[in-house]
């Protein structure tokens, strides 16, 4: 075993490198630089190179000379991705070399300071948990790093959040102003607020936006899934409570069918379920004879809770092999997030006709 060591100890000294480390010094985030180390073979024989061992995605291997001819030196060259590291930072890789037929690793290193740009107070704009028709209000700011001025054009922003642009120090500080615009759907929203900004090393800003609305109401199932053919009358239970344990109560529920008289095939009947008016049970019965196309249909149930006027549930087919279920996921929000603004556009309240809405 030692024997063994010792010949590592000799062929690593015959293979290496005339600066093992560099150092970057001030780089500017998302830069790419280059560096080529040296390696003398100071051995009796050639040295092979064989590759090497990088364990962060931010180091490249660009090429390297396979053999080194005893007493010459080679090279090993190298990409470093600076990405959104900040400040110092040290990156390790090893050239794996092969010395009169024994394995060695050669350690390098690169150093860098990292600056960015742009400086985002806070990087990330997170709301937390509120309620679905909360107007919450904040803020980012933005310090310009670099000598250009900054000349940020109006941000934008999707999902149900808004932004507006607040002037600070002409092309160094600015403020953007981010809100949401309730009704927000149940659940996780995210979204990303974009701003040109003028520079030329960072002409754009992407910067995610979240939020929590927690459901005032909780439906469980939140999808009822069919077959296609029924020989007889289906009847499924839904279960609606509030989730803080308010009471609460549920005006109508009507089915959201393409017509008169596919709603006439479906029977709705609401009772108390336990504990009494703060939780329902809705009792859903589809007639044999009833037709409920690829898409579906759905049943909408209002309401008096503020945060919830409208409960959209959806009626699926069971899906067919090779079928993606999930896809009821997607659209299970998209129904949830038409029947908010519906809602919120009616000031809470939605008219006895409104099952026919399409």
């Known amino acids: 075993m030692v024997s063994y060591l010792l010949l590592l100890v000799l062929a690593a000294g ?24 040296v390696l003398r073979n100071t051995g009796a024989t050639a040295a092979r190179i064989e590759g090497l061992k990088i364990s962060c995605g931010c180091i490249i291997e660009e090429e390297f000379d396979p053999e080194i001819a005893p007493g010459k030196t080679g090279r090993v060259s190298i990409a470093f991705e600076s990405r959104a590291f ?22 390098l290193l690169v150093r860098a300071d990292v600056i960015h740009p742009l400086i985002l107070t806070p990087e990330v704009i997170s709301f ?78 992407e910067i995610p936006v979240m939020a929590y609305v927690a459901p005032a109401v909780l439906v469980s199932p939140p999808v009822i899934v069919v077959p296609a053919t029924r020989g007889e009358t289906i009847r499924r239970n839904v279960y609606l409570r509030h989730a803080r344990g308010e009471a609460f109560k549920i005006l109508s529920a009507v089915a959201e069918a393409p017509s008169e008289a596919a709603a006439k095939g479906i029977s709705l009947e609401i009772t108390d379920h336990r504990p009494p008016g703060r939780a329902y049970r809705l009792l859903v019965s589809l007639d044999p004879g009833l037709a409920v196309s690829p898409k579906g249909l759905t049943l909408l149930v209002k309401t008096d809770v503020e945060d919830q006027p409208v409960i959209a549930i959806p009626v699926r087919l069971l899906p067919r092999d090779g079928e993606r279920a999930d896809l009821i996921d997607k659209e299970l929000e998209d129904l949830q997030r038409r029947a908010m603004r519906r809602a919120s556009r009616k000031g809470g309240k939605l008219s006895d006709d409104d099952g026919e809405d399409g």
């Open 14 to 37: 015959e293979l290496t490198a005339e600066e093992p480390a560099k150092d970057f010094g001030r780089v500017w985030a998302r830069q790419v630089l280059h560096h080529s180390f």
């Open 86 to 107: 900040r400040g110092p930072i040290e990156k390790t890789f090893e050239v794996k070399a092969r010395v009169d037929g024994e394995m060695t690793m050669i350690p």
């Open 128 to 205: 937390g948990s509120l309620a679905a028709t909360t107007t919450a209000v904040r803020e980012i700011s933005i310090v310009n790093n670099t000598p250009e001025p900054l000349r940020p054009g109006e941000p934008g922003c999707d999902g149900p959040f808004r932004a507006t642009l607040l002037k600070g120090e002409e092309g160094k500080v600015y403020t953007i102003r981010v809100t949401t615009a309730p009704p927000l759907l149940s659940g996780p929203s995210r979204a990303t607020l974009t701003i040109e900004t003028g520079l030329s090393m960072q002409p754009r800003l």
